[in-house]
């Protein structure tokens, strides 16, 4: 447990104490404050003799349910307290009197002994009953009731000896219950804390399949929003790390080929001196290819690191693609393929041209190479004015793709089958993936029904 989970603990903990201790101290002095109230209550002898009176006038005019009402409303009210016993020692509202009170009350009434505040009326039952208040003053065992719950207990109710309550118990218990408490808060907050920890512990050491979303149950706070954006991230860093080790492997086998061939080419030159001029052609064309393949990865290695062409600045996109198809033309007669283009006219945008430049030449010529003798390649584009967005589409008459392998056609060094051109270098379609995409735009790609390949992009431009 380190220094985050003690200072949890400690905080919450402390907090709790302090406020359960405040707390307890307050109710027991008020407890004290009402018992010291009590013993030195100060009795109305005035104020019982109104009650009973009207006690006895309810009686009269509302009969017994007036007046079990009217001591039912007394009851629960912080005034002394009515008494009303029949000639069977049954009080009305059922509460217990003790005997020797009764007694008293009796005595004082035959007595004729404070007729004021004792009292007996006959009720329409058929009952009569004695009204009277216990007061110490008439001669009644006890101290005057002490308030329970808002009211007045009965001193035949009052154990004797009755003792405020220790405040050492209730404090134990509230500082157990914080300790408790606090122990559980503090584990509940450091617990996912140190699975993070030694999550990245992890990924320092080289696990990147470490992932902290299981150990973070059904927790829905901010703890397990770091959690999930670790396993994001760490995700994230796998499929970078994992692209980067196929990219090394597949440069280091196109890079094989070529240097192998120039070494055998030296080879027979060695052997057969009067080769020596087709040797060196040969050599020169695989050194091209090495010098090719270096300058794609280079240009490929800029894109993913986030550092394109210039930035953005006016151009004629219509002019651009005319240069492009104007290009491509050029190779296409050499395949023996025909491009359609259905372009647009004029039309001043702001953006990369250099990064839309490679990425639709790419594409128009990967559609060129694929497209079978004799085919056609049809070439679409059409702005949106409104919302600034070119749409480019590219349809090519070749063999097409494997359903499978559509979202990896992207990719650096893609095979597909043996549908891969000898002087190709698998490059062209990841680049452009990647122009398009630093451009904001989207590229995807589908079979048509009718065989070959189609490549839709999207394209939007500064405002």
């Known amino acids: 447990m380190g220094r985050l989970f003690w200072k949890f603990f400690l905080t919450f903990w402390l907090a709790l104490l302090m406020a359960g201790a405040g707390v307890g101290t307050a109710v027991w002095l008020r407890h004290n404050a009402w018992q010291k109230e009590a013993g030195n209550y100060s009795v109305d002898v005035g104020r019982a003799a109104a009650f009973v009176a009207v006690a006895e006038n309810v009686v009269h005019h509302g009969g017994v349910a007036g007046l079990s009402s009217f001591l039912a409303v007394m009851h629960d009210t912080p005034f002394l307290p009515v008494y009303a016993v029949d000639d069977q020692d049954r009080e009305l509202l059922q509460r217990n009197v003790a005997p020797e009170v009764l007694q008293q009350a009796r005595t004082l009434f035959s007595q004729a002994a404070y007729p004021e505040a004792i009292r007996r009326v006959s009720a329409d039952d058929g009952h009569r009953y004695l009204l009277f208040v216990p007061l110490p003053e008439h001669g009644f065992a006890g101290h005057p009731p002490p308030m329970q719950g808002g009211r007045f207990e009965p001193p035949g109710d009052r154990p004797p000896d009755d003792e405020p309550p220790s405040p050492l118990l209730p404090i134990l218990a509230g500082t157990f219950a914080s300790l408790v408490f606090s122990l559980a808060l503090a584990w509940y907050f450091a617990k996912p804390i140190r699975s993070l920890r030694n999550a990245f512990s992890a990924v320092a050491q080289g696990n990147l399949d470490i ?253």
């Open 211 to 463: 992932r902290v979303g299981p150990l973070m149950g059904e927790r829905r706070d901010e703890l397990s929003d770091l959690g999930r954006d670790f396993d994001h991230m760490a995700g994230q860093i796998h499929s970078l790390v994992h692209a980067q080790q196929r990219l090394l492997h597949d440069v280091s086998h196109e890079l094989r080929s070529p240097l192998a061939r120039i070494q055998a080419a030296i080879g027979l030159a060695q052997q057969q001196p009067e080769k020596i001029q087709a040797m060196l052609e040969r050599t020169e064309r695989e050194s091209q290819r090495i010098s090719d393949l270096v300058g794609e990865l280079l240009v490929l290695s800029r894109l993913e690191a986030g550092v394109g062409a210039s930035g953005s600045h006016d151009f004629d996109i219509g002019g651009l693609l005319d240069d492009i198809v104007e290009d491509a033309r050029f190779e296409a007669e050499q395949h023996g393929v025909a491009i359609r283009y259905d372009g647009i006219e004029e039309t001043l945008v702001k953006g990369c041209s250099e990064l839309l430049h490679r990425a639709i030449e790419n594409v128009l010529r990967n559609a060129v190479q694929h497209c079978k003798t004799g085919g056609e390649v049809l070439f679409t584009a059409r702005f949106d004015s409104a919302e600034q967005r070119l749409q480019v589409a590219v349809d090519d008459q070749g063999p097409g793709v494997a359903e499978s392998d559509l979202s990896a056609i992207f990719e650096p060094f893609f095979r597909s089958g043996d549908r891969v051109k000898a002087n190709s270098i698998g490059l062209g379609l990841a680049i452009a993936y990647r122009s398009i995409e630093a451009h904001g735009g989207t590229i995807w790609a589908s079979n048509r029904p009718e065989g070959g390949l189609h490549v839709e992009i999207g394209i939007p431009f500064a405002g």
